[in-house]
């Protein structure tokens, strides 16, 4: 079945510091692929999506390239600030519904 | 702008009892879902729903899990007899059509005890 591996956490960092979660996948066909972010006390947000091989998500600063060869969707951001402590999911919607994610990546900057 | 919301914000219930989680989805979309995060552990599908019938549920939505749209607004999780291991973070979401983005709600923490 579809499954998503990301990288574990917590990834703690310093403010300006260069960010890259690693995130691979496994899915029968297609799969569009997805970055959700969840701020302490709130529900997921989409970040970025990618819908086919090639394409680059990106918002905020952040960016992700779906990479089909290698199967992987890593979020990469130049710069991080306090603001983006969060917890951070990679997901994918390969199925008829739902998507599946993975187990999500703590993200710690500090000032 | 629009949002999904879902109310409780925290439910506590003892073991056995029913419990009914709510969810308003955004009011055009037409594909509604239902997720579970176990504290520590991945955010998982547990069923969507589309035309008023479910569309595909996962193997933890088994016979104690039920699902309704009982009016134009509100989509409904009914839990029939919660377990101890039914304690989790639960997540409603909507998405205007297959495979677009699917909007997802602030989520209700069950505390079975």
């Known amino acids: 079945g579809d499954s998503v591996t990301q990288m574990e956490g917590p990834v703690t960092l310093s403010e300006e510091a260069f960010l890259t979660i690693n995130c691979t996948y496994t899915a029968t066909g297609y799969p569009s692929l997805f970055w959700y972010v969840q701020y302490p006390g709130e529900g997921l947000q989409l970040l970025l999506k990618a819908t086919k091989a090639d394409d680059k998500g990106s918002n905020k600063g952040f960016e992700a390239t779906y990479r089909k060869e290698t199967t992987s969707f890593h979020l990469e951001k130049g710069s991080v600030q306090v603001s983006d402590s969060a917890v951070y999911f990679c997901a994918l919607s390969g199925r008829a519904d739902g998507l599946t994610f993975g187990k999500g990546t703590h993200l710690i900057i500090q000032p | 702008e629009p949002e999904v919301t879902q109310t409780p914000s925290h439910q506590v219930t003892q073991m056995g009892q029913e419990v009914i989680l709510r969810c308003v989805p955004i009011?055009?979309?037409?594909?509604f879902y239902w997720y579970r995060q176990i504290l520590g552990q991945k955010v998982e599908f547990l069923v969507s729903f589309y035309n008023n019938e479910i569309s595909e549920k996962s193997e933890i939505f088994d016979d104690q899990f039920s699902v309704e749209r009982p009016d134009g607004s509100n989509f409904t999780l009914k839990i029939r007899s919660t377990k101890l291991e039914d304690s989790a973070m639960y997540f409603c979401?909507?998405?205007?059509?297959?495979?677009?983005?699917?909007?997802f709600g602030q989520g209700t923490r069950l505390t079975v005890v």
């Open positions: 009011s055009n979309h037409l594909y």
């Open positions: 979401a909507s998405s205007r059509g297959d495979n677009t983005e699917a909007f």
